[in-house]
């Protein structure tokens, strides 16, 4: 790997010296207009620009995203039909054939574009080792807003345990916090058939979270389901199952902020769900205000794109 590509993954996995999004572009090229047949970038050492017939273009067997919402791709295949693919796909040379590429960033479109029958796709090539792909395309796919908690954890997982990022870095890079990183990663400690309710949404990361150091999870899980227990409940259910006394952090905690235990509790399952810091003022039994930290733009992109379902506009595909 080059040390000009080394110093643009730092970029990307360091927001302090770029943004996650801008260092993304930048090996994107992400410019509207006509791409040339071929072409050397001139911004980024060893790249090349070009149309190819989709037909070319092949996924990365090592994809980190299981799961596509096809719902998602169909929505993006109709905005692709109307303003055409505004950002190429970021590809490499196939190990296997001379005139065909893997994918390293853009499946989801890829997908789409397919779905749409478009002939002819523009591309970015990049000679890229396979960690370098890997690394890029678990970036990618972790600042998208459609992944389950456990493909999110187990992306943070291994941007930590094989490339040796921190959790600190990480948060940075995708804007989440610290603690969100280290939340979510917790949650790979559950047996696989907690993981399953998690990723087929029987069950929120925010009860998961809640079972990891009991005794019996996939049981306590299972009741968690079949009553429909909130996460305060099922925190309650698993310190009594571990003959816990019930922590009395939050009847503290209420004592200065004036808040009750289940707003506490509400407080922390956002925040955690979130990435950021939520806190919640009622002014009476029934109103109050929501307030939502974030420490820069592309953190409240994010926050704003998981608190609605309205689709990002073609122009950010």
Request: glycine share 8%.
């Amino acid at each position: 790997m080059s040390d000009d590509f080394d110093e643009e993954l730092e970029e990307i996995l360091n927001p302090k010296k770029r943004g996650l999004g801008r260092g993304l572009g930048a090996l994107f090229e992400d410019e509207e207009g006509d791409y040339p047949v071929i072409d050397a970038d001139e911004g980024v050492p060893g790249t090349l620009r070009k149309i190819v017939g989709i037909e070319k273009i092949s996924p990365n067997p090592d994809q980190p995203r299981q799961y596509f919402n096809e719902k998602a791709i169909s929505d993006l295949a109709e905005s692709i039909q109307e303003h055409g693919l505004l950002q190429p796909i970021l590809v490499r040379p196939d190990k296997h054939s001379s005139d065909r590429y893997e994918i390293v960033a853009g499946e989801r479109r890829w997908r789409a574009c397919q779905k749409a029958q478009l002939h002819e796709v523009p591309i970015v090539i990049r000679e890229l080792d396979d960690d370098a792909t890997l690394q890029i395309g678990l970036v990618e796919n972790l600042q998208r807003r459609d992944l389950t908690p456990i493909e999110e954890a187990r992306g943070y997982q291994r941007l930590a345990e094989e490339f040796g990022h921190s959790h600190e870095d990480i948060g940075e890079a995708v804007s989440k916090s610290r603690s969100h990183i280290a939340n979510m990663i917790r949650l790979l400690e559950l047996p696989e058939s907690v993981q399953g309710m998690v990723t087929k949404g029987d069950l929120s990361a925010g009860h998961a979270r809640a079972l990891i150091k009991s005794d019996n999870p996939t049981i306590l899980a299972q009741e968690v389901v079949s009553k429909g227990l909130s996460v305060r409940d099922t925190e309650k259910l698993a310190a009594t199952s571990a003959g816990r006394k019930i922590h009395k952090r939050s009847k503290k905690g209420s004592k200065k902020t004036g808040k009750d235990a289940d707003l506490l509790a509400l407080e922390k399952s956002l925040s955690d769900e979130l990435g950021v810091n939520v806190s919640i003022d009622m002014k009476d039994a029934k109103a109050g205000t929501v307030n939502i930290e974030f420490l820069n733009l592309d953190q409240l992109d994010d926050v704003l794109q998981r608190l609605t379902s309205v689709p990002k506009p073609a122009a950010e595909q």
